[in-house]
């Protein structure tokens, strides 16, 4: 959930998808907090350029300049949305899995 481009509700969407998934409340706030400020270029970076997978021959690339205009923003949004969407999930599956295994290799065994 931390990726997922919904600012200002990130944290509060995954308290209340931990509460009906019955999943670690105190984990899911770590795990959501991604988002802090080092780390937001990289997400807002890697979620455009995730989102040009999806817009094919549309896909805008960013220009760093220092006149960034609300018609660039406007230009790129579609494309940033879709692709944090899509990274989120990819994420959210990755490091699942990741945690799926290292649980497996790592976890206690009851013998």
Do not use: C
């Not at 944290?11 to 706030?29: D, E, G, M, T």
């Amino acid at each position: 959930m931390g990726i997922v481009p919904l600012w200002g509700f990130q944290l509060v969407i995954a308290i209340a998808l931990a509460f009906a998934f019955k999943l670690n409340k105190a984990l899911v706030v770590i795990a959501a907090n991604i988002s802090i400020p080092p780390m937001i270029p990289l997400i807002l970076f890697l979620s455009h350029r995730t989102g040009a997978i999806w817009m094919g021959d549309h896909a805008k690339e960013i220009s760093f300049t220092t006149d960034i205009t609300l018609g660039m923003m406007h230009n790129n949004f579609v494309q940033y949305v879709v692709g944090g969407i899509t990274l989120s999930i990819a994420a959210g599956i990755g490091f699942g899995l990741l945690t799926y295994v290292l649980l497996k290799i790592f976890g206690k065994r009851t013998n």
